[in-house]
């Protein structure tokens, strides 16, 4: 290292083999060809490299001090082994051969799970255990699950404390069991739907952005504050309107004539009712107006029109004036 005061030689670095296991804390076996876990000393370990290997089963880990497991890109196609390392924090199983996400019944603590783009069969989709999603539920902050063929995310309502979701490229079709999910899951802060069928319907953002409650980005877009609180409010007005009770004018009045038009039928607003819609006739009968005179007193007869406009004309004339006609000499 150059300094002010010439070349300084740094000690060397203590390379963090098994001679000294203080200070191994990671261990990168990734891109090894690997078909086995091997069986090593994990007693300091806490990141372990395991992907993109040929992996098939999850065996030889046994450590409490293990936090990051990285297993993705392999051969798996079952979730086993993970009893002994009930610390992890972080598993990472994306691209593998997975087809029910289960065996992970004692990661209590288990806060980011990628299980995203499993080589299933065509027409397969990923499953989820309800036990295992239980066992999760309280720790559970980031998921990624896309690329599945996931139909429905029913079965993860448990996850209350879900802070980050990626669900883009399933078969999702249903955007209302969608919403209902994101009302129950209040620290929602990022999520990706894009991929899906209700991605392509009309205001699929809004709806999300109106169930959220802090939703601060949607497939990678930011979502303002204000453009929530906007949202929000457009869409309670609207279930306000939705939500008044529609009145069907044949049901109230059994003897309503045929040619009143069907939209009619069904808009009468609840004031016409009040107001005994059964002295309405046919829409060809003449609606007779009640005088207000009474018969005793004697009628007035109403100023014409163009006698008040003369009258007003005259007052702004002077009171004396003359007009003189010149004949030409």
């Known amino acids: ?25 990671h261990i990168y076996y990734d891109h090894k060809n690997l078909k086995k876990i091997p069986l090593i000393d994990l007693s300091t370990v806490c990141v372990i490299y395991l992907h993109n290997n040929e992996i098939t089963q999850i065996e030889n880990l046994k450590s409490s001090t293990v936090t990051s497991l990285y297993l993705q890109c392999n051969n ?9 390392v009930p610390n992890v924090k972080k598993l990472y199983l994306g691209n593998n051969e997975i087809s029910v996400l289960e065996g992970i019944d004692h990661l209590n603590d288990l806060e980011e799970l990628h299980i995203e783009k499993q080589n299933l ?6 499953c989820f255990d309800p036990r295992s999603i239980m066992c999760i539920s309280k720790s559970l902050q980031v998921l990624n699950i896309s690329g599945n063929g996931i139909e429905s995310l029913s079965s993860l309502a448990p996850l209350r404390h879900l802070r980050s979701i990626c669900a883009s490229n399933n078969r999702l079709k249903d955007i209302e069991e969608v919403c209902e999910l994101i009302k129950s899951w209040f620290y929602l802060r990022e999520a990706w739907f894009l991929g899906n069928p209700f991605s392509k319907k009309h ?12 939703l ?44 009143y038009p069907l939209p009619l039928k069904k808009a009468v607003s609840a ?9 309405l006739g046919p829409l060809d009968t003449p609606v007779e107006k009640k005088s207000t005179i009474s018969p005793n007193k004697p009628r007035l007869k109403k100023k014409s029109h163009h006698n008040r406009i003369i009258k007003e004309e005259m007052n702004h004339f002077p009171g004396s004036f003359s007009y003189e006609m010149r004949l030409p000499t």
């Not at 069969?121 to 990923?126: C, H, Q, S, V």
């Open 1 to 25: 290292m150059n300094t002010k005061l010439g070349k300084v030689k740094l000690p060397p670095c203590r390379p963090k083999t098994a001679k000294n296991p203080n200070t191994v804390t």
């Open 76 to 84: 798996i196609y079952e979730i086993k082994g993970l009893e002994d």
């Open 121 to 126: 069969p065509m027409g397969t989709a990923l």
């Open 203 to 214: 205001r699929y953002r809004e709806d999300i952005i109106a169930a959220s409650y802090c």
């Open 216 to 259: 601060d980005f949607l497939d990678d877009k930011a979502v303002s504050a204000s453009t929530r609180n906007f949202i929000k409010c457009f869409e309670n007005e609207k279930l306000k309107k939705s939500s008044r009770p529609s009145i069907n004018l044949e049901e109230i009045v059994p003897s309503l004539p045929k040619n």
């Open 271 to 279: 004031s016409l009712v009040q107001n005994k819609l059964h002295i």
